[in-house]
């Protein structure tokens, strides 16, 4: 067991629960122990019965764990959604764009496109690509990567573009945003908070500080906004 609460934190979170950390650390009285993973790799390994905390995730993962009995149920709360981006090197011209026809055109010229190709990010490009007519002509540029990759990758200059979380491509160093999916197009990603069954002391606290409101702007400014379960 690691030492302090133990929190499922998402990939594309990681950058903003580090810089929260302090902070959390201070409400829960004591130390947290993230366990950084792609969204659907964390219900995965809370349905296999790794010992946690507090978790981060996609919702619609989180009700079957709190059916099996992994999940506090009434501890689930919404706690952010981040838009599906694209990023650019750093240093390349272009403006940030938001239409779906000047988003096509630009995965259309581009010669390399990466990708998260297990995580949710992913797998949210390809059914946008799908519902867009666009599966095609974009296949032959795609690169599914590893969980970090893509970013890494157009930073070096090894790949042209990088889809991901607006968090992700805001967090890197040596990639700026060249579009951010609109929202017409459902290209978002939600993620919502838990507690475990029995959480230690200071967790309930933790998610009633990364809920609250104080820390709406901060979570926004970091390309995350608040949403409410439908």
Avoid: C, K, W
């Avoid at 990758?153 to 579009?179: E, H, K, M, N, W």
């Amino acid at each position: 067991m690691a030492s302090g609460l133990r929190i499922f934190v998402p990939v594309a979170i990681q950058a903003l629960m580090d810089r929260l950390r302090p902070r959390l650390e201070a409400t829960a009285g004591q130390a947290l122990a993230p366990l950084i993973d792609l969204n659907p790799v964390i219900p995965e390994r809370i349905a296999a019965g790794e010992a946690f905390d507090i978790g981060l995730t996609n919702p619609p993962y989180v009700e079957a764990l709190a059916t099996a009995g992994r999940v506090d149920g009434a501890s689930h709360r919404p706690f952010g959604r981040v838009p599906l981006a694209i990023g650019r090197r750093a240093g390349t011209d272009g403006s940030v764009l938001t239409g779906a026809a000047e988003i096509a055109a630009l995965l259309r010229s581009a010669d390399s496109i990466g990708y998260t190709g297990a995580g949710t990010s992913g797998r949210t490009y390809l059914n946008v690509m799908a519902r867009l007519g666009l599966t095609q002509a974009v296949a032959p540029r795609g690169r599914p990567m590893g969980a970090g990759e893509p970013v890494a990758s157009v930073a070096a200059g090894d790949t042209a573009l990088a889809v991901a979380p607006l968090t992700t491509i805001l967090s890197s160093p040596g990639i700026v945003a060249a579009a951010i999916f609109p929202d017409a197009l459902a290209a978002h990603i939600d993620m919502s908070i838990f507690l475990s069954p029995m959480p230690g002391a200071g967790a309930a606290a933790v998610l009633e500080r990364l809920t609250g409101p104080e820390l709406d702007a901060e979570l926004a400014a970091a390309g995350l906004v608040r949403f409410a379960f439908d």
